[in-house]
């Protein structure tokens, strides 16, 4: 899930300047059957995070990336302000996929991101939604449970997500 030295010591300074916000509380409703018995880690605290649960009755974009992903980097920015931009119609919910969680602290920090972000790295939610193995990737879940896409691309601004994610929600932006 994580190095070895990525001790709650060793990531209590880039948690607290990553300044992360909580990951999304465990809800009712429906949630991909794939994710059933998905647990990985909140970056924000360090808390076990119950991914079925967590998206569950929630329209979500699962923004798959890594700290050492140029395009990812790009795109992260765009995430956020597309959060901004759907407020809580919407949860964009990152999930890192690299073992080295202190960079990837330390990359949010460094773009100015503040999403909530799961650490993730046996890509255990890329495996159980069968996402490509390329990253960025984007998995749009609808709050009905249901996995609506699955796009394994990079986007460069927050109208372009708008424009691929939320049809296939029914959402507005």
């Known amino acids: 899930e994580h190095r070895d030295a990525d001790t709650a010591e060793a990531l209590a300074g880039p948690r607290a300047e990553a300044d992360l916000p ?41 923004n798959l990336w890594a700290y050492w992903c140029g395009p990812c980097a790009d795109e992260l920015p765009a995430m956020a302000e597309y959060q901004r931009r759907m407020g809580p119609a919407v949860t964009v919910l990152t999930v890192h996929q690299d073992e080295n969680e202190t960079a990837a602290l330390l990359r949010l920090t460094e773009l100015g991101v503040k999403l909530p972000t799961l650490q993730d790295g046996r890509r255990l939610v890329a495996a159980a939604l069968k996402v490509p193995n390329v990253m960025p990737a984007t998995v749009v879940l609808r709050s009905d449970g249901t996995v609506a896409k699955i796009l394994p691309r990079a986007f460069t601004s927050a109208d372009e997500i708008a424009a ?7 959402v507005r932006g």
């Open 164 to 170: 691929a994610v939320n049809p296939a929600m029914g």
């Open 22 to 62: 909580p990951c999304p509380t465990p809800s009712t409703g429906p949630s991909p059957a794939a994710l059933a018995d998905v647990v990985v880690e909140c970056a924000a605290d360090g808390s076990r995070a119950d991914v079925a649960a967590m998206v569950a009755g929630r329209n979500v974009v699962l």
